[in-house]
């Protein structure tokens, strides 16, 4: 799988979000609504980036992006302020592992690189099964046991994209200015 060059888009990123839900209207004004899909492909992400950078980073983006084109393949990319890494308290009975951290900013459903700093709880990559509210989440570990401690926990922000459309302008001399979309897809 490749990764998007270490090139930084300007400043001015625009995200767009989009839930995948089916809404049903009843009768009676009411509407029922339901996330389709699977849950880590309900709310695919879509990024406008600009690049302002010399001819020679454009190249290699360009270059990057008809490669992609060509295999018909996505890449990795993590896109800018995405992702973070956080510090709290865990405290874990039998599988449940209830995980304080004041404004954690997760949802149900991401999956977060765990770091057990004191405890003996065993670190490693788990989804996020419910979250009570904007301060306590919980994860399923992979076997019981009763354990509590300091905890780090780690959200990517990586994940996989296509490039739809790009244009390329070069406004003088050595610079130009890449304009792109990336549109997040979900594969093995």
Same mark, same amino acid.
């Given at each position: ?51 302002? @950078? ?8 360009? &270059? ?13 990319? /993590? ?18 592992? /209830? ?11 991401? @999956? ?6 004191? &405890? ?17 989440? /919980? ?14 926990? /780690?959200?990517?922000?990586? &994940? ?9 302008? @070069? ?13 997040? @897809?979900?594969?093995?």
């Amino acid at each position: 799988m490749a990764t998007f060059p270490s090139i930084t888009p300007t400043y001015g990123m625009r995200k767009n979000s989009k839930p995948k839900v089916r809404v049903s209207s009843l009768g009676d004004g009411y509407e029922f609504r339901a996330l389709y899909g699977l849950p880590l492909s309900q709310d695919p992400k879509v990024y406008d980036l600009t690049f302002n @950078v010399s001819e020679t980073e454009s190249d290699v983006i360009e &270059g990057f992006l008809r490669s992609r084109v060509n295999e018909q393949a996505s890449f990795t990319f /993590t896109p800018p302020a995405e992702g973070f890494t956080k510090t709290g308290t865990y405290s874990q009975s039998a599988t449940t592992v /209830t995980i304080s951290i004041t404004s954690h900013g997760v949802a149900i459903g991401d @999956v977060l690189t765990i770091d057990y700093t004191s &405890g003996s709880a065993t670190d490693g990559t788990f989804a996020v099964v419910s979250s009570a509210d904007a301060n306590t989440f /919980t994860v399923t570990a992979a076997s019981g046991a009763t354990n509590s401690g300091n905890v780090s926990i /780690t959200l990517s922000g990586a &994940g996989q994209y296509v490039c739809d459309t790009w244009t390329k302008t @070069v406004p003088y001399n050595e610079r130009a200015i890449i304009s792109t979309t990336f549109r997040e @897809v979900f594969e093995p």
